[in-house]
């Protein structure tokens, strides 16, 4: 099928590759000049594992081709999939929809014959609705359909994810031909036995919002179970295996540490709040605002536990940050907690040197003011305290016993649970966590 993929963002341009890989005709449409220039030459312009190499073969092969023209869009696609980005709005908690709207005010007049459209980014309930009655206000003569089938891939996995989701969901109007077309599209995954739900349109949009609030909840959850075996001495870590064990709870998503950022999870749950809000629902998510405080609060008492690590006051001395990213396998650095307490760090005055393995060129746009190293090795030159933030595995194979060489102080404080303290104590250091 000829398919367009509008963005090409993590989830945009990794939907592209995948859809040239399922055997596609794909046109990706990026409005960035220089990202679409990057794409174009089959270079990922983010850090994605897998992603390099799905997206030249087809870029070199022919299958998939980047444009920054609508027009050309138009004329090209019989499928189009909305995968631009639907931020946190400034100083508000819902989401800004200006990019999605934007996309279908542009699209749509331009389009000649009757095609698909797909929603994958991210919305509150109600938009597929909300659009649809716009598409039809700007179609010219012929018939377009809107559905909604969110995406649930997690970056870092994003190829595999798309290549084999847990599930495909879809929300279509009735009377459409959206799942019939969908079952073309994504013959390669529904062959392989992959669950298809195909419901009307809140109920997807719902379905990826109530997933990603369920996560946090998950991560909250056992993060609040960690404050109180800090007050009660016990070890959160084994509760979480214990529990864990039990099919109904799983293990997965049950790490406990700094908590959760990037550009999903942290917007996900308050736009969700917000448009529970404006549905006279609010108190049905009222527990999502805990869910947020809890993981908040992480990122102080991360500050908190480095100042007592420091015998009460961080004037002046050394902090050695290790990991930048919001998570491992990502440059991704939107609303990362390691760099969030970095920078609190350092406005109480401590010199703080950061190193993460991918992540440094978006840290030093967002952050230019903290100090960057090449190598984990030289960010503890001389620091009082080193903090894991980011479990990268480099970090979490660091020799206690080399390191010991560089610091000026054997301080550690695990903030992802994720290096062995037995190893780090009987290399002499002070682990806390
Ligand atoms: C998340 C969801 O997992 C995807 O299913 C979803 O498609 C995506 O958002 C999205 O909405 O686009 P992602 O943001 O890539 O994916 O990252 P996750 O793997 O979910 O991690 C989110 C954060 O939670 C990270 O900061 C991670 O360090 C943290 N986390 C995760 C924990 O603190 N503890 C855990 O046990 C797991």
Not at 195 to 223: Q, R
Request: hydrophobic letters at 45%; one cysteine or more; glycine letters at 8%.
């Amino acid at each position: 099928m000829r398919i367009v993929v509008l963005g090409l963002g993590y989830l945009g341009a990794t939907h592209a590759a995948c859809m040239a890989e399922m055997g596609h005709e794909v046109l990706g449409v990026e409005v960035i000049p220089e990202k679409r220039a990057q794409l174009a030459a089959g270079e990922v312009p983010f850090y994605e594992p897998g992603l390099p190499e799905l997206l030249k073969r087809h870029i070199d092969g022919g299958s998939l081709k980047v444009c920054g023209s609508y027009a050309e869009a138009a004329d090209f696609g019989d499928v189009f999939f909305i995968a631009v980005g639907t931020p946190q709005k400034k100083g508000e908690y819902s989401a800004d929809l200006k990019y999605v709207d934007a996309a279908i005010e542009e699209l749509i007049p331009l389009l000649s014959r009757d095609v698909l459209i797909l929603g994958k980014s991210t919305v509150p309930v109600g938009t597929t609705q909300r659009l649809s009655e716009r598409v039809d206000e700007l179609a010219k003569d012929v018939e377009i359909e809107l559905a909604w089938n969110p995406e649930f891939l997690r970056e870092g996995f994003a190829v595999e994810d798309t290549l084999h989701p847990d599930r495909v969901v879809l929300g279509a109007f009735s009377g459409g031909q959206a799942e019939l077309i969908c079952r073309e599209v994504y013959a390669p995954i529904l062959e392989a036995g992959t669950p298809f739900i195909v419901t009307d349109p809140p109920t997807a949009e719902l379905v990826k919002t109530s997933a990603n609030a369920f996560l946090a909840t998950k991560i909250s959850f056992i993060n609040a179970i960690a404050e109180v075996c800090d007050a009660a001495g016990a070890d959160v870590k084994a509760i979480a295996d214990a529990i864990g064990y039990d099919a109904r709870i799983g293990r997965r998503f049950l790490n406990a540490g700094l908590g959760f950022g990037g550009g999903c999870l942290p917007k996900d749950i308050r736009a969700f709040m917000a448009r529970a809000g404006e549905l006279g629902a609010a108190e049905a998510l009222s527990f999502l605002r805990e869910v947020d405080n809890v993981n908040m609060r992480r990122r102080t008492r991360m500050v908190e536990l480095t100042r007592e690590v420091c015998g009460g006051s961080l004037l002046g001395k050394r902090i050695a940050i290790l990991g930048a990213a919001f998570k491992p396998e990502s440059d991704d650095v939107r609303d990362s907690p390691a760099l969030n307490v970095a920078g609190q760090i350092q406005l109480q005055g401590a010199s703080v040197t950061v190193y993460d393995p991918k992540a440094m060129d978006n840290s030093r746009k967002l952050f230019p003011t903290l100090d960057y190293a090449e190598s984990a090795e030289t960010a503890c030159d001389s620091a009082d305290v080193v903090l894991v933030l980011t479990e990268w595995r480099e970090f979490v194979a660091l020799n206690p016993t080399k390191l010991a060489a560089e610091v000026r102080q054997k301080n550690i404080i695990d903030g992802r649970l994720c290096l062995d303290e037995r190893e780090w104590v009987s290399a002499g250091w002070n682990y806390a966590s």
